[in-house]
């Protein structure tokens, strides 16, 4: 069985914790009892193994022992949150879904869709008897992908133990970060502490209760749990790791991190939904230079641009084609400088701004941004000007209501000494909603 591994390791510690919610403790020896439970179930309805199998619902016992059943019986799983549920009939029908599975209730239900999937990557793992996974793309840029993968390929890196974590499960089952989040703890035997919800105080409420010691979340998050000061109420001396990615981190913003959180390590992460989690190592929790790769994943930068070959990385896209080259590197579409083996991401190539010739990488001017008095938020991009190319434009969320000529006259001065000229927003606008999607990554 392609979960064994698992299996025998939630046997060999059955008192200790391997799930926290706000609801419920649970043991591994009573998810072990669950996931047989779950197995049981899914056999009763006669899936064939290679069946396209929706898992709707959040994080908790249920969702992670249903999930591993899947696996273990070689479904195909398409897991799928509430924060996406907007989008549930769309996806479902991109994943040509043939069972969906509702968790929102204590009776979960399942139920067929009368679809045939037939599409050929699905082909694909049923020749290789391998369980399979679809992810989505976020869709900012366009319609969202699906991303097939082959769970054999995402498990093989967790077959070696590692250092056994506390760890908040801030990104979801529909997230490759929290797929990796989720196998990566429980195959060394630590605990998944599921947060009564995303928020600052929620957080780290979760991390107090249950002495987390890890929080994989966003440059996003972070910040904003530096303006709610949400980490003066709570006891947080058990964290010990930080990892912060899915965007670019403002170099403002992690010099706060460093300030606030002294005794905790920070550590930049990278991955993509089509490539997994790529191993990293930054040069030191101040430090914005990463080392990427670790066994299974090859890196090399072309004309500035990252690029990755990875053994977890997925079959295919179902609605797009393959985006790999014929040596199986995929263009990141990321912006990196190099310093030997170190690379420092400077964003997406697609969001470089070009003003008269020169480029404006928008994470610099909301470096510069977020330092501001009053600046909750900010978002950078680009607008078409007709003798500049581009000009530089900022969506700013305020702690105190202030209009949007006080407060680019006030920006103008305080940015003379931290950006040239020709990167500070030319056009500001003053938000009253948040400036992040759902994922707590920048909307831009």
């Known amino acids: 069985m392609s979960i064994e591994f698992l299996i025998e390791r939630f046997a060999s510690a059955p008192e200790e914790l391997a799930i926290a919610t706000p609801r419920e403790t649970v043991s591994y020896g009573q998810l072990l009892a669950e996931l ?20 709707e619902g959040e994080y908790g016992l249920a969702a992670i022992a249903a999930f591993l059943a899947l696996v273990d019986l ?54 290789a008897q391998d369980p399979g996974l679809v992810l989505f793309t976020s869709g900012s840029t366009g319609a969202s992908k699906g991303a097939v993968h ?16 506390r760890s908040i499960v801030f990104l979801l089952l529909d997230h490759i970060g929290g797929v990796n989040t989720l196998l990566y703890t429980l195959s060394n035997g630590g605990a998944v502490i599921v947060p009564a919800d995303r928020s600052p105080a929620s957080v780290c409420a979760a991390v107090a209760k249950h002495r987390a010691e890890l929080l994989p979340t966003s440059p996003t998050f972070l910040n904003l749990l530096l303006l709610s000061r949400a980490y003066e109420h709570h006891d947080l001396t058990s964290l010990k ?14 010099q706060h991190l460093n300030e606030v959180f002294p005794q905790i390590t920070l550590q930049q992460t990278y991955g993509m939904t089509e490539l997994g989690i790529l191993r990293s190592k930054s040069r030191d929790s101040r430090s ?88 909750v938020d900010a978002v950078v ?31 103008r001065q305080f940015c003379l000494d931290l950006l040239p000229s020709y990167a500070i927003p030319v056009k500001v606008y003053v938000s009253d909603g948040p400036l992040h999607t759902e994922r707590y990554k920048r909307k831009r």
């Not at 790791?241 to 992690?254: A, D, F, H, N, R």
């Not at 680009?382 to 003798?387: F, L």
């Open 36 to 55: 047989r439970n779950w197995q049981g179930r899914l056999k009763s309805l006669q899936l064939p193994p290679g069946g396209v199998v929706t898992l």
């Open 288 to 375: 914005l230079w990463v080392r990427l790769g670790g066994d299974g994943f090859d890196t090399k930068v072309v004309d500035g641009r990252l690029w990755v070959r990875a053994q977890s990385a997925m079959l295919g896209y179902l609605n797009a084609p393959s985006p790999f080259d014929s040596e199986g590197y995929l263009d990141t579409g990321d912006l990196v400088e190099t310093d030997g083996e170190w690379l420092r991401i400077l964003g997406r190539a697609s969001e470089i701004i070009n003003v008269g010739g020169n480029k404006v990488h928008p994470v610099q001017v909301e470096s510069a941004l977020l330092q501001m008095e009053g600046v």
């Open 381 to 411: 991009s680009g607008e078409a000007h007709p003798i500049m190319n581009q000009i530089v434009t900022a969506t700013v969320s305020l702690a105190q209501p202030e209009s949007s000529r006080d407060f680019r006259l006030r920006m």
């Open 241 to 254: 790791l930080i990892t912060y990615g899915t965007e670019p981190m403002p170099e403002s913003t992690l």
């Open 150 to 165: 082959s769970m054999r390929r995402l498990l093989e890196k967790f077959r070696t133990p590692r250092q056994r974590l």
């Open 74 to 127: 070689r479904q195909i799983v398409v897991p799928l949150t509430d924060q996406v549920r907007q989008q549930h009939e769309t996806l479902i029908r991109i994943a040509q879904a043939e069972w969906r599975i509702a968790l929102a209730s204590d009776r979960p239900v399942a139920r067929p869709t009368g679809v045939n999937a037939n599409h050929p990557l699905y082909d694909q793992l049923r020749d």
